[in-house]
């Protein structure tokens, strides 16, 4: 499995209704719902997305649908946390790397396992 472009799922999120995001059955046409994210720069109100035809399990499906930009933005938010552990480690497995070169074999032997678990293994 790829690495998810992280740029564009960050656009994506940008570019969609800001939540706020609810959502409830619609009456009249059974198995579709009204999901609904507060828009403040448009006067007529909230701003609705129609999701056609949701079946089964809907109550699920439209829980998923109404929390995931919220979702979206935590999960983005644990990248950025994550990537951050990585740098920080990837500099420290450097400067064992460094003091290994001066006599203590061991010191390597760490750099270069935290690279593997890392999996930025260096030649």
């Known amino acids: 499995m790829s690495a998810p472009d992280v740029s564009a799922i960050r656009a994506r999120l940008a570019g969609a209704t800001p939540g706020p995001w609810d ?6 046409h059974p198995g579709i719902l009204d999901v ?3 828009r403040p720069d448009r006067e007529l109100g909230p701003a609705e997305v129609f999701v056609a ?28 946390q994550q990537a951050a552990v990585i740098d920080n480690v990837t500099a420290l497995a450097d400067d064992w790397e460094r003091r290994g070169e001066y006599g203590d074999a061991s ?8 690279r593997a678990a890392l ?5």
């Open 53 to 80: 035809e949701v079946r089964g399990n809907g109550q699920a499906d439209a829980d998923l649908i109404a929390h995931a930009p919220a979702d979206l933005a935590a999960l983005l938010d644990l990248v950025d």
């Open 23 to 28: 959502w409830t059955p619609m009456p009249r």
């Open 107 to 114: 010191l390597t032997e760490g750099a270069r396992a935290i």
């Open 36 to 38: 609904t994210g507060v």
């Open 119 to 123: 999996n930025q293994d260096k030649p």
